[in-house]
C-alpha cells in the first residue's frame, strides 16, 4: 500500500504538449532557421509516445487544428466563418496558407495528420486544442466571435478525425478569462492556466519585459518561485477548470550542461512535494523543444518518469491527462 499524502488526495502528474510545428513560429522565425528544429520535432513524437507508453503517461497533446488538415486544399476548404481582425496584421496566418503545401509529404512543417492520428491512437493520449489557427487571446483587433468560430472550426477538424475536443491550451500563454464561457460552449472542460508567480503572468507579445523572461530562465535552475504544485480541489467552480501549469521543460542545454543535473533536481522536488502533499504537477512543452538534441532530451524525459513510477509506488501519484483531471473535479463538485 502506498503511504497517504498530507491531504490524503492523490498527487497528480500531468503533462502537456503544445503542438504546433511551424504554425506557432513563423510570425518569430523564417523557415530556413527553424526547419531542423521542426523536422526533429517530427521525428521526437513517436519517441515521446513510445516513453509514455512504456511509463503509463497519459499526457495531453495541445494541437493546432491546421495540423489537421491534409493540406492547403482541405485547409482552405474549411475555413472559420469569421477570421480574427488583429491590428498587427503579421500575426494572422491566413495570408501564409496560399503559400503551404497541398500535402503532409509535400509540406510537412505545416501539416501533419499522420502525427495527429499516431498520437490519437496510443492509450492514454489525449487529443486537445491548442486553437485552429494558433489563435491569440489578447492581442488588438480580435474580439471573442472570432475566437468562437476559430474554436468551431477546430472542433470540426477534431470531428473529421472521429476526436472530441475537450482541452485547450492558450497561444502563448494569452489567457483570457472573457473566452472562457465560449471555451465552455464549444465543450472545452479543462484549460491551461498560467503558472501564478509574476514572472510568469500572461502578457501580448510585444508587451514582454526582458527581466521576467530572466527570471523564468533562473527559476528553471533555482527555488525562485518555490514548489508549484496546485491543489487538486482548487480548479475553478465552473467548466472549463483551470489546470495550471507548474512548470516549462526546458530543452537540455549544451551551453548549460554542468547545470543540468540542477534543473532534473528542481523538477523532481518538485514533483516529490506535489506526491506528498496531494498536489497536481503539470509539466509542459512544445515536441519541438526536443527537435534539436532528441536523444539528450529523451534521456532527461526518461528521467523525470521514472521519478513519477517511483513516487507512484510510493505514494500513489497518478498520471492524468488535462481532461481526467476535470472530469474527476467535476464528479466531486457533483458528490
Ligand atoms: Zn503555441
Given at each position: 500500500?502506498?503511504?497517504?499524502?498530507?491531504?490524503?488526495?492523490?498527487?497528480?502528474?500531468?503533462?502537456?504538449?503544445?503542438?504546433?510545428?511551424?504554425?506557432?513560429?513563423?510570425?518569430?522565425?523564417?523557415?530556413?532557421?527553424?526547419?531542423?528544429?521542426?523536422?526533429?520535432?517530427?521525428?521526437?513524437?513517436?519517441?515521446?509516445?513510445?516513453?509514455?507508453?512504456?511509463?503509463?503517461?497519459?499526457?495531453?497533446?495541445?494541437?493546432?487544428?491546421?495540423?489537421?488538415?491534409?493540406?492547403?486544399?482541405?485547409?482552405?476548404?474549411?475555413?472559420?466563418?469569421?477570421?480574427?481582425?488583429?491590428?498587427?496584421?503579421?500575426?494572422?496566418?491566413?495570408?501564409?496558407?496560399?503559400?503551404?503545401?497541398?500535402?503532409?509529404?509535400?509540406?510537412?512543417?505545416?501539416?501533419?495528420?499522420?502525427?495527429?492520428?499516431?498520437?490519437?491512437?496510443?492509450?492514454?493520449?489525449?487529443?486537445?486544442?491548442?486553437?485552429?489557427?494558433?489563435?491569440?487571446?489578447?492581442?488588438?483587433?480580435?474580439?471573442?466571435?472570432?475566437?468562437?468560430?476559430?474554436?468551431?472550426?477546430?472542433?470540426?477538424?477534431?470531428?473529421?478525425?472521429?476526436?472530441?475536443?475537450?482541452?485547450?491550451?492558450?497561444?502563448?500563454?494569452?489567457?483570457?478569462?472573457?473566452?472562457?464561457?465560449?471555451?465552455?460552449?464549444?465543450?472545452?472542460?479543462?484549460?491551461?492556466?498560467?503558472?501564478?508567480?509574476?514572472?510568469?503572468?500572461?502578457?501580448?507579445?510585444?508587451?514582454?519585459?526582458?527581466?521576467?523572461?530572466?527570471?523564468?530562465?533562473?527559476?528553471?535552475?533555482?527555488?525562485?518561485?518555490?514548489?508549484?504544485?496546485?491543489?487538486?480541489?482548487?480548479?475553478?467552480?465552473?467548466?472549463?477548470?483551470?489546470?495550471?501549469?507548474?512548470?516549462?521543460?526546458?530543452?537540455?542545454?549544451?551551453?548549460?550542461?554542468?547545470?543540468?543535473?540542477?534543473?532534473l533536481q528542481r523538477i523532481k522536488k518538485e514533483m516529490s512535494h506535489a506526491a506528498e502533499n496531494g498536489l497536481v504537477y503539470h509539466l509542459w512543452w512544445h515536441p519541438h523543444n526536443f527537435g534539436n538534441d532528441i536523444s539528450g532530451n529523451i534521456a532527461f524525459l526518461r528521467q523525470i518518469l521514472r521519478h513519477y513510477r517511483q513516487l507512484r509506488e510510493r505514494y500513489g501519484m497518478r498520471s492524468m491527462s488535462m481532461a481526467e483531471i476535470a472530469e474527476q473535479a467535476q464528479q466531486k463538485l457533483s458528490r
Amino acid at each position: 500500500m502506498p503511504e497517504l499524502s498530507h491531504n490524503g488526495e492523490e498527487g497528480v502528474f500531468t503533462l502537456s504538449l503544445d503542438f504546433e510545428l511551424f504554425w506557432g513560429l513563423r510570425d518569430i522565425l523564417t523557415k530556413e532557421a527553424c526547419r531542423e528544429t521542426l523536422f526533429g520535432a517530427r521525428r521526437a513524437i513517436p519517441e515521446i509516445l513510445a516513453l509514455f507508453s512504456g511509463y503509463g503517461i497519459h499526457a495531453t497533446w495541445a494541437t493546432v487544428g491546421f495540423l489537421f488538415c491534409s493540406g492547403r486544399g482541405e485547409l482552405l476548404k474549411n475555413l472559420p466563418e469569421l477570421l480574427p481582425s488583429y491590428e498587427e496584421s503579421s500575426l494572422s496566418p491566413y495570408p501564409a496558407i496560399a503559400n503551404t503545401g497541398n500535402s503532409e509529404e509535400e509540406d510537412p512543417l505545416h501539416y501533419a495528420p499522420s502525427l495527429v492520428r499516431q498520437i490519437a491512437a496510443t492509450p492514454g493520449q489525449e487529443m486537445a486544442t491548442h486553437t485552429f489557427s494558433h489563435y491569440y487571446c489578447l492581442e488588438k483587433g480580435q474580439t471573442a466571435e472570432a475566437f468562437r468560430a476559430d474554436l468551431e472550426a477546430a472542433c470540426r477538424a477534431a470531428a473529421r478525425e472521429g476526436i472530441e475536443l475537450r482541452s485547450l491550451v492558450f497561444p502563448r500563454n494569452q489567457f483570457n478569462e472573457e473566452y472562457l464561457s465560449v471555451c465552455r460552449e464549444q465543450g472545452i472542460i479543462a484549460y491551461r492556466g498560467n503558472q501564478q508567480n509574476w514572472m510568469y503572468r500572461a502578457s501580448t507579445t510585444s508587451g514582454e519585459p526582458k527581466l521576467k523572461r530572466l527570471a523564468r530562465l533562473a527559476d528553471a535552475y533555482l527555488n525562485l518561485s518555490g514548489f508549484n504544485g496546485h491543489l487538486a480541489t482548487v480548479l475553478g467552480e465552473t467548466l472549463p477548470f483551470n489546470i495550471p501549469a507548474s512548470r516549462l521543460l526546458r530543452s537540455v542545454s549544451s551551453r548549460l550542461k554542468l547545470l543540468e543535473p540542477l534543473r532534473l533536481q528542481r523538477i523532481k522536488k518538485e514533483m516529490s512535494h506535489a506526491a506528498e502533499n496531494g498536489l497536481v504537477y503539470h509539466l509542459w512543452w512544445h515536441p519541438h523543444n526536443f527537435g534539436n538534441d532528441i536523444s539528450g532530451n529523451i534521456a532527461f524525459l526518461r528521467q523525470i518518469l521514472r521519478h513519477y513510477r517511483q513516487l507512484r509506488e510510493r505514494y500513489g501519484m497518478r498520471s492524468m491527462s488535462m481532461a481526467e483531471i476535470a472530469e474527476q473535479a467535476q464528479q466531486k463538485l457533483s458528490r
